[in-house]
């Protein structure tokens, strides 16, 4: 009986996905956000540069970064009179010369912006940091909020059409370094250590700004310049507007945010970010993924996109590997072996065949939030709906990337994008270890079963991510910045946060020893450098962290707003030692 009933089960599995899966070219999106004159001359600046100044540290960046000081048609005719070398290239001094004539420098569109929420030390700041020298770095980190920030030049707005930066309503806080411009998914993390520093004004003006993109595309940008309109980034803009109502009460702001965040909704759950998957039980769940609507070189990597793509022989492949790469930007992790079919092959991208685990996650806590602002606004329909959602969502969570084995939720791989409807196989799960697959536990559906909790935290403290220095985010060593060894803030903080709202003795202490961990590796690395970093080697205490296609950065936004917020929450007895 058994078996006729295991062979039934098999039977209308089979049928349900015969009658549902159906190849269609129209489901396989291949939707495109058309480049501008301006972008495709830069990119040909770029590559200029390139072959004229080629050296190490070479930043391609910069070339589409840098303000026009004339109309497009006349710098473009001037490049074009340019003398050229027999290989093609510009002499040296003809374009330095051009450059210097036709150009403003590279961030000169934003003007220094003094905060007026800024006090040297903020009244109730850090009240558990009693160690001197702790106290005295966590004032001086504090103090980074003054340099980071910024207001877009009022040249933007008159003449856009020069500018690749986009104009903004309000002031902005830059990550730093290379990265002089908004961006969504560090604004967060910023926002959590504005909130540490009371400078509750520049934080509100950070979500009036994201929510000026959506208003005008649609949805939140990866960052505030023309070049970023193909993607957006880690959807956690309700998770600023939840943890600045939580401080400062402002229910205007969340009346205000909630019709761009249900826009911002419908786009995380347009076609071409939304799935249908069928689970072994016969279920059908809706989960999403990455996907830029770009197949180009990324003009602001492009001189490295097309080394990259040039062992593709057709165009059809290079625009899905261009694909690949642009959606990877979009999940905040580029790059990471996570995205690569046969890691650490880069040519083998495929993030738009996964199924993230941390995405989700983070569309769980808005779905959450969403439900929260609906209800405290008196939209209870809304309210109601989206608390359906996030039940839907967990559920789906559960049964798609939960693996009982190693108690850790796993990103799962699609065996072909095109299908409407995927059928569940165990073996698609990715069962690498990354610090994305115990990113559920920063969500209240997940940290509230002390159960699962309670497992997760064993599967964590044996999992190999936990170093001297912090959490690595994964266990591979490719030369990519987003595997071992590096660690990075945002990961740090999800991480304790979760293990901290469970309530649980030991996840609470895990909580605290991965804090303490980070915040020393941060403090030895600044007092030795000077500056904060974008990234730590969690395996070396006290040494920056590396990889990736461009030198380590430092500044730096998510950074500084972590180590404060742990500072807020933990503290720093003045007994406790700081050092490797």
Known sequence: MAEYAQNYKVLILTWLSLTLVTVTASHCVMAVTPS????????????????????????????????????????????QKLPRNANGSVPVEDL????????????????????QDFVPEPEGFLPKVNHPQ???????????????????????KAQPDLHTLLP???????????????????????????????????????????????????????????????????????????EIYNSTGDLELVKRSLPALLKEYEFWNSDIHKLTILDDQGCTHTLNRYYAKWDKPRPESSIMDKASASNFSSVSEKQQFYRELASAAESGWDFST???????????????????????????????????????????????????????????????????????WLDYWLSSTCEEVHVW???????????????????????????????VVESLKTSGLLRDAG??????????????????????????EGLLKSGLKEARLLAEEIAIRWVTTNYIVYKKTGVMHEKFDVEHCGEFGGGGEYVPQTGFGWSNGVVLAFLEEFGWPEDRNIEC
């Open 36 to 79: 501008t004159p301006l972008l495709s001359f830069l990119e040909r600046l770029q590559e200029t540069a390139f072959e004229t100044f080629a050296h190490s540290n070479f930043d391609p960046k910069t070339y589409v970064d840098m303000p026009l000081k004339s109309a497009l048609t006349v710098t473009e005719d001037a490049f």
């Open 96 to 115: 330095k010369r051009f450059i210097e004539a036709y150009f403003e420098g590279a961030g000169d569109d934003l003007v220094y912006r003094d905060p």
């Open 134 to 156: 702790v106290r005295a770095w966590a004032l001086q980190v504090h103090s980074l909020w003054k340099n980071l920030s910024r207001k877009i030049s009022g040249a933007v």
């Open 168 to 242: 903004l309503p309000g002031s902005v806080v830059i990550p730093g370094s290379r990265f002089r411009e908004v961006y969504y998914w560090d604004s967060y993390w910023v926002i959590r250590g504005l909130l540490a520093s009371k400078m509750h004004d520049t934080a509100k003006a950070i979500v009036t700004n994201l929510i000026s993109l959506i208003d005008k595309y649609g949805f939140v940008l990866n960052g505030a310049r023309a070049y970023y309109t193909n993607r957006s980034q880690p959807p956690l803009l309700s998770a600023m507007i939840y």
């Open 338 to 408: 996570r995205w690569m079919r046969n890691p650490p092959n880069f040519t083998t991208l495929a993030t738009t065949s996964v199924i993230p685990v941390d995405l989700n996650a983070f569309l769980l806590g808005m779905e959450l939030n969403i439900a929260l602002f609906a209800k405290v606004t008196g939209d209870n329909s809304t309210a109601e709906r989206f608390l359906e959602n996030s039940d839907l969502r967990k559920k789906a969570m559960d049964s798609i990337f939960w693996n009982a084995n190693k108690k850790q």
């Open 425 to 455: 196989k165990n073996e698609h799960q990715n069962q690498n270890v990354f610090a994305s697959n115990f990113v559920p536990l920063w969500m209240k559906p997940f940290y509230s079963d002390t159960s699962l909790v309670s497992s």
């Open 471 to 496: 959490v690595a985010t994964s266990l591979t060593d490719s030369g990519q910045q987003w595997d071992f060894p590096n660690g990075w803030a945002p990961l740090q903080h999800m991480l304790v």
